[in-house]
């Protein structure tokens, strides 16, 4: 391999860094710490609800799967697999804290990060609306039974089929897109106020 | 075709682009007939597009793995230090969670390091300098070098990672020029093909979101012609009674 095309970063695929993790290569594990730990305080945050608990809950979603790892066989993909650990924890997060799911309604969406995903002609008006918006959310998936927030938020938010979230759920097809459609109707009628208008424009 | 309003399995395959794609075609031509259908889909639509509005935080994340033991007794911590993590380094685990080294820097391993470097510096009379815009590392052994030039290691900047560790007593030879041979061939050809992968994933995009667009108009144009079919239906319907009550005025 020569220098130049050495001194290019390339782009592991997730099973590539998992064999060199394997290995002992932790700089292998880091990068995939990197690709995805993003993703896995997403699904904390929204299924918890706190970003102190999210972060946690990402820190020792990773530090369990690094533990782990040599457990890990390849039948499912990596992600899939990293899901289901933080799932577990989410789920054990909530049982031990015995509470709901709570929604961090001032520091839940954040002024500054909508100001860097706004459109070029949005003004500080709609970056508020947006913002009014992201809470109203919150606050109608707060009332959502866990399963159907969970399967919600990996269909809506981390793209995954209809399947993925069934083997990652350990549940029939049926349960989940029956999870999913009981939380979408449920999400409609406390939503419905802010769809009326959004309807009508 | 039955209302997919009451099949949940299709209307959930329609949303969110699942199943069998003959089956989507024969739904997405029953909501240009069916209002009420067209009216359910839109609505749940709109759910769809008010979830994207809940977003989290943008907090930095960072973690690291490390597996070094002399980092645990005072420096286990992660962006925000938290009980989890505390009770971890309490444990006495050899494996603790940094942030990323732009935020905290481990000033004791990066003195000794310095320190360790200077030395060898000194012990192997190395000098490093510049030359024609190239890092020259000349060395120089107790043996007597015949031809300076010859005891000098010239590497292109971009490769001074790739320095080899110096074994002192041992003059450092002359690295050949195709050390490192440009492969510009295979550098080309990843270039292309990441190019390829990018215009051909943006299509994809485009496409997809060109069929979103047109489904919103068509549901949305479902759903203005029930409302106004309900209007005219109202407004018949007042003219009838006025048209009646003004007959029976007459007589």
Known sequence: MSTVAAAIPMTRTDEELVARSKTGDTESFNQLVKRWERPIFALAYRTLGREEDARDVTQETFLRAFRALSGFKGDAKFSSWLYRIALNLCRDWMRKERRAPVVAVPEGVDMEDLAAERGPIETVEDLAARAELGREVAKAMEHLPVEQRQAIILKEYHGLTFQEIADLMRCPLSTVKTRVYQGLATLRKQLGDQLTPRRES | ?251
């Open chain 2, 1 to 251: 075709m039955s209302h997919i309003a009451d099949n949940h399995d299709a209307l959930l395959d329609y949303l969110y682009e699942e199943g069998d794609p003959t089956e989507r075609l024969k739904i997405a031509k029953h909501l240009q007939e069916c209002a009420a259908c067209s009216v359910a889909v839109l609505e749940f639509q709109n759910v769809r597009g008010m979830l994207r509005y809940w977003t989290p935080p943008g907090s930095a994340l960072g973690f690291r793995v490390v597996q070094d033991s002399a980092f645990l007794p005072t420096s286990i911590a992660s962006p925000t230090p938290s009980a989890a993590v505390n009770q971890e380094a309490r444990t006495g685990a050899w494996l603790a969670w940094l942030p990323a080294p732009s935020q905290r820097i481990p000033w004791r391993q990066l003195g000794a390091a310095v320190l360790l470097f200077v030395g060898g510096m000194v012990v192997s009379q190395v000098t490093v300098g510049y030359e024609d815009g190239r890092m020259v590392v000349s060395g120089r052994s107790a043996r007597p070098a015949v031809n300076a030039r010859a005891s000098s290691i010239t590497l292109p900047t971009q490769a001074v990672s790739d320095v080899p560790s110096s074994n002192p007593g041992v003059t450092p030879q002359p690295v050949p020029a195709d050390r490192y041979p440009v492969d510009t061939e295979l550098l080309l050809q990843r270039v292309r093909s990441m190019i390829d992968q990018s215009e051909q994933r943006q299509q994809r995009e485009l496409a997809l979101r060109l069929s979103q667009v047109t489904r919103e108009v068509d549901t949305q144009h479902q759903a203005d012609l029930l409302r106004i079919q309900q209007d005219f239906g109202h407004q018949q319907e007042a003219t009838m009674e006025y048209l009646v009550r003004t007959s029976g005025g007459a007589k």
